[in-house]
């Protein structure tokens, strides 16, 4: 039973372009949501996240949209760079534990 | 101020041996995790802990065990390591207050032959 779904494996954009991540998930009792950047050989790191009584989160280039009613987020990067390039990996969480989707691999092209 | 360290980055395992997977956080935080990811999938919680004393199992025990004896230190074990427990190992802290952002380490790349 996949509580978070990550759908796309993979994504290709244009170097400053938007790039949009989905994320569905089952489960109604997730608190909140993060997203996490993972480059190979390294250890995840978190990047955004947003309160399940929100619906948008702001940082910088990142923004997190929450539809509660659709169980889906997103996360939109705008302008992309190469240097975002990575493996993206969404959690729901509840009680202080994370479950994660299987995540989705950006490449973004010069 | 570290983070989150692992050690050994990496290391081959004979089928049947043990070995200690090390973790240390120098951020004080009481919540700590270990997560381990298969190629091609996400993170599934092996074993968490809420402070020293305290551990309970996550989504994939089976064939782990763990402790806390301290605030900062959280080892895993494998006891009898089997080709299924190839892997990498990430070990995680958060602070146990808010949304909870787990911060994680670099990672153990385990092989069992």
């Known amino acids: 039973d996949q509580q978070v779904k990550q759908n796309s494996p993979s994504l290709s954009v244009q170097e400053g372009r938007i790039s949009i991540l989905n994320c569905d998930y089952t489960n109604s009792m997730f608190d909140y949501f993060l997203w996490y950047k993972k480059y190979p050989a390294e250890g995840p790191t978190f990047l955004i996240s947003i309160s399940s009584i929100k619906d948008k989160n702001e940082d910088g280039r990142f923004t997190v949209f929450l539809n509660k009613s659709a169980k889906h987020l997103s996360l939109h990067i705008v302008p992309s760079q190469p240097g975002d390039s990575a493996v993206y990996f969404c959690g729901g969480g509840s009680n202080y534990k994370l479950t994660f989707g299987k995540g989705t691999l950006l490449t973004v092209n010069p | 101020n570290a983070g989150v360290t692992q050690t050994p980055k990496f290391r081959i395992l004979k089928i049947g041996q043990s070995m200690t997977l090390q973790c240390t956080q120098d951020?004080?935080?009481?919540?700590m995790y270990w997560y381990r990811q298969d190629p091609g999938m996400g993170l599934k919680l092996i074993y968490y802990s809420v402070g020293a004393g305290i551990t309970d199992k996550g989504e994939v025990p089976n064939g782990y065990n763990v402790s806390r004896s301290t605030t900062e230190d959280f080892p895993l074990r494998l006891e009898l390591a089997a080709p299924s427990q190839t892997s990498v190992y990430f070990c995680a802290s958060s602070s146990g207050q808010g949304i909870e952002t787990q911060y994680f380490g670099p990672g153990t790349r385990l092989l069992v032959l």
């Open positions: 951020m004080n935080h009481n919540y």
